[in-house]
């Protein structure tokens, strides 16, 4: 059995896996890219098959990147493939791979997505993957549009969780050996967040897919995650004078750097916080606002037990064990809640107060009551 190895957070791609071309790497006489249309995938539909010149491919824009357009625009040519994936009935697995037209470096990369993905993530290590010379991946995680359609639908659970990254893996592998015409070479997967969970899940789950992952800031405890956003919404809105606009955020942001910055261990004059943990802010000496009133430079009495329960952080209520690590005092204007599409508004609140109910409510629903039938089906991926 191949044994994946397993990184620790902050390293580059570039340090982990370095493009040094494998033997049978040197300038490989892939085919032509429209002969990927006729190839059969088993389970998988191929919607679209295109040869993309140097610099041509523009990506959507993406909030995560605002200079994905730039990056993207140095990327040299390659043979982009679309295809749709159904283990299940219920799944639709979107699924991306880009083949180096030209000094492919003999190796295969699967990226991870964000949040509760829904859209293929170009700019999470596609774009770098295939400057680097990579044969690369990415897939919506069966997701798209939007995560919190998935509520009821536990085979697309199962997609997100763990089978579209093992989907993802398969169909990529075979489309490498197609186009380049290799039963041999090596594979490699790195991401962040979401993408750090799909990292441990396939080395834990499908530890023959990949030779090696790169793990980063890994979410893989979903259920307590989930229940600390929902913690943090209910701080936010147990009372409609309990929100907090970004405004506000932002003051009190500034108050914890004001008390904080450069005196836990980062030099004089920092705009954050080196060491959140040895920050002692008290939300008490944040200004109050007179009664009746409310503004951004002022908290009302419920916005400052708001933040007293986002900084105490998840905790059972009934034997007051740590579900999650609490949120810390830091130069952010958002609680520790992902930003993302995926995280949706309850109610008229901020950005920066949303928290994803929908997922909590579905990781806790009674799977009985779903109206899905569905036994899906696991593949093999090619061994590379």
């Not at 499908?206 to 992952?213: E, I, M």
């Not at 007293?308 to 952080?313: C, D």
Request: hydrophobic fraction near 35%.
């Amino acid at each position: 059995m191949r044994i994946p190895t397993l990184l620790a957070m902050g390293l580059s791609l570039s340090a982990v896996f370095p493009g040094i071309p494998s033997a049978d790497a040197a300038d490989p006489a892939p085919s032509v890219c429209n002969d990927l249309t006729g190839l059969p995938v088993p389970g998988a539909t191929i919607v679209s098959v295109s040869a993309v010149g140097a610099g041509e491919f523009t990506p959507p824009p993406a909030s995560y990147a605002p200079d994905l357009a730039e990056r993207a625009a140095k990327m040299p040519p390659f043979c982009r493939v679309e295809a749709i994936v159904t283990p299940t009935p219920d799944s639709k697995i979107g699924i991306e791979v880009w083949l180096p037209s030209e000094s492919w470096n003999g190796r295969f990369l699967g990226t991870g997505n964000g949040g509760g993905a829904g859209s293929i993530a170009y700019g999470m290590g596609m774009i770098e993957g295939l400057r680097r010379g990579f044969a690369v991946a990415n897939t919506d995680l069966g997701t798209a549009p939007d995560i919190n359609l998935t509520v009821d639908h536990p085979e697309r659970w199962t997609d997100f969780g763990h089978r579209a990254t093992h989907e993802m893996t398969c169909v990529g592998k075979l489309l490498v050996g197609a186009f380049y015409k290799s039963e041999s070479f090596r594979s490699y997967f790195e991401g962040c967040s979401t993408g750090g969970q799909q990292a441990l899940g396939s080395a834990l789950r499908y530890p023959d897919d990949y030779d090696g992952v790169l793990a980063g800031d890994p979410g893989n405890n979903r259920t307590h995650v989930a229940t600390s956003f929902l913690w943090n919404y209910n701080a936010l809105n147990e009372t409609p004078s309990s929100r907090l606009s970004p405004a506000s955020l932002a003051m009190v942001s500034k108050a914890v750097i004001d008390q904080c910055g450069g005196k836990d261990g980062g030099a004089s004059g920092d705009a954050f916080l080196t060491d959140p943990r040895q920050c002692r802010f008290d939300p008490e000496t944040l200004p109050r606002c007179e009664p009746g009133a409310a503004g951004d430079q002022c908290l009302t009495e419920p916005q400052v037990g708001a933040l007293h329960k986002l900084y105490a952080g998840a905790v059972n209520p009934r034997t007051h064990e740590r579900i999650y690590p609490a949120s810390r005092p830091a130069a952010r204007t958002s609680p520790s809640a992902p930003r993302s599409k995926a995280i949706p508004r309850l109610g008229p609140t901020s950005s920066s107060t949303s928290s994803n109910g929908r997922l909590g409510r579905a990781l806790t629903r009674n799977p009985s009551t779903s109206t899905a039938t569905s036994t899906a089906w696991t593949r093999s991926c090619p061994r590379g």
